[in-house]
C-alpha cells in the first residue's frame, strides 16, 4: 500500500523556519521524483520545489526560490523542505507527490503550514 505521510508542519512567526518532511512507503522511492506543492485558501495548487531521481537535482517555484530547500534521503524514504524566512504568504497545506509518469504518481493528506504574527 503506497503511503506519504507529510509532518513538520505548524504555526511561526513571520521570519522563522520549519523542515517539512514526507516519509514514503509502498513503492520504489529512489525511482520517482518527489515534490512539493502547496494550497491556500482559494488558490489553486502550486508548485513549490521538485528534486530529481537519481541526479538529485532540485528546482524551485519562484516564490521560495534562495528561502527554501529540498532534499532527499533515499536510505530512509524521506524527502525534505527546508523552510527559512518564511512569509505570511508562505501559509498553506503543503501536499508530497512522488511522480514518475502522469499515470504514476502519488500524493499525501498534507500538512499545515501557518505563517503569522
Known amino acids: 500500500q503506497v503511503q506519504l505521510v507529510e509532518s513538520g508542519g505548524g504555526l511561526v512567526q513571520p521570519g522563522e523556519s520549519l523542515r517539512l518532511s514526507c516519509a514514503a512507503s509502498?513503492?520504489?522511492?529512489?525511482?520517482?521524483?518527489m515534490r512539493w506543492y502547496r494550497q491556500a485558501p482559494g488558490k489553486e495548487r502550486e508548485f513549490v520545489a521538485s528534486i530529481a531521481r537519481y541526479i538529485f537535482r532540485p528546482t524551485y517555484g519562484e516564490s521560495v526560490k534562495g528561502r527554501f530547500t529540498i532534499s532527499r534521503d533515499n536510505a530512509k524514504n524521506t524527502v525534505y523542505l527546508q523552510m527559512n524566512s518564511l512569509k505570511p504568504e508562505d501559509t498553506a497545506v503543503y501536499f508530497c507527490?512522488?511522480?514518475?509518469?502522469?499515470?504514476?504518481?502519488?500524493w499525501g493528506r498534507g500538512t499545515q503550514v501557518t505563517v503569522s504574527s
Open positions: 507527490n512522488a511522480f514518475r509518469s502522469v499515470n504514476d504518481n502519488y
Open positions: 509502498g513503492f520504489t522511492f529512489s525511482s520517482y521524483d
